[in-house]
């Protein structure tokens, strides 16, 4: 089994900076890509971004790119650096990880977080 637990969620000013983290334990090794979802109230949960283990591939949603940073460090931690928050990036923020990579954006058979909110509102 893995373990996953987020960090680092707030309520925050639109233009503001937050970085999440998400540390990973257990079976780690069965994981080989690791990502962030978010759900906000009365939408489905939508993909973030993600990771592959190897940190030899990252992709993002359309709507975060330039602003979110994917990254991990070599403790099984994985982060989310968000600038210039906006009020729609308010949601609850999931990581998640799988063995594979497809599975991970169809949300098929990931393991899951407990979640963390981000609120941006003035």
């Known amino acids: 089994q893995v373990q996953l637990e987020e960090s680092g969620g707030g309520t925050v000013q639109p233009g503001s900076s937050l970085r999440l983290s998400c540390k990973a334990s257990?079976?780690?090794?069965?994981?080989?890509?690791m990502g962030w979802f978010r759900q906000a109230p009365g939408k489905d949960r939508e993909f973030v971004a993600s990771i592959i283990w190897s940190r030899s591939s990252i992709s993002y949603a359309d709507s975060v790119k330039d602003r979110f940073t994917i990254s991990r460090d070599d403790e099984n931690t994985m982060h989310l650096t968000m600038i210039n928050l906006k009020p729609e990036d308010t949601a609850v923020y999931y990581c998640?990880?799988?063995?594979?990579?497809?599975?991970?954006?169809?949300?098929?058979?990931?393991?899951w977080g407990q979640g963390t909110q981000v609120t941006v509102s003035s």
């Open positions: 257990g079976r780690t090794r069965l994981a080989y890509v």
């Open positions: 998640a990880m799988n063995k594979i990579v497809a599975n991970l954006a169809r949300q098929a058979d990931n393991y």
